[in-house]
């Protein structure tokens, strides 16, 4: 099992690790894929990378699922844990409306990249689990583009971007994955 594979990497990483198993009783419906998407975060973490994971429902089956892979095994710009995540979904349901009854769940509200990508794969719900007021797109998709504020308001039914309704306890441990290695990576960035 993918968290028996972190505890052994000790401090930061054992110590959420442990936080995870602890909520693996959790049985609210949208708990399973919050969890799993704070799993995929996690070892991001363990990796070098910005902890962030995403999975992608389909039917209530999880269908496709990405990680942070931004720094390590080499720099990848493309690399966010939820364009991985729609780079697999899409290459298995590529018909164009395949993003209705579409679920995607992320550990960390999106960015302006992915959520441009997310408005023009129709996938019509997108949870997160942990806001991301300095980075996240979602809570102000009124300072996008006007074309992309038109895509946004057009599509029938519409796109949902809104936090998950996960334990309360899954959205701590996702935004604590988030910050574990933030500040450290992007004093990396800034100074490449
Ligand atoms: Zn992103």
Do not use: K
């Amino acid at each position: 099992m993918l968290l028996d594979e972190l505890r052994p990497a000790g401090g930061q990483v054992a110590t959420l690790a442990e936080r995870l198993t602890d909520t693996e009783g959790l049985s609210g419906p949208e708990d399973p894929y919050a969890w799993l998407s704070c799993v995929l975060g996690l070892l991001s973490v363990n990796e070098g990378n910005y902890g962030v994971g995403a999975v992608v429902v389909r039917g209530g089956g999880i269908v496709a699922e990405g990680r942070n892979r931004l720094l390590w095994p080499r720099r990848n710009t493309s690399a966010h844990a939820e364009a991985e995540a729609l780079d697999v979904f899409e290459a298995r349901f590529p018909e164009l409306d395949s993003g209705r009854g579409t679920i995607m769940y992320t550990s960390l509200e999106c960015c302006p990249m992915c959520t441009v990508r997310l408005l023009n794969s129709g996938v019509r719900t997108v949870r997160y689990l942990a806001p991301d007021p300095d980075g996240g797109m979602f809570s102000r998709l009124d300072c996008l583009p006007p074309y992309w504020r038109r895509l946004a308001a057009g599509r029938t039914p519409v796109q949902t971007f809104e936090p998950s309704a996960c334990a309360p306890a899954l959205s701590g441990i996702a935004a604590d994955i988030f910050a574990a290695t933030e500040t450290q990576l992007n004093e990396r960035i800034v100074r490449s």
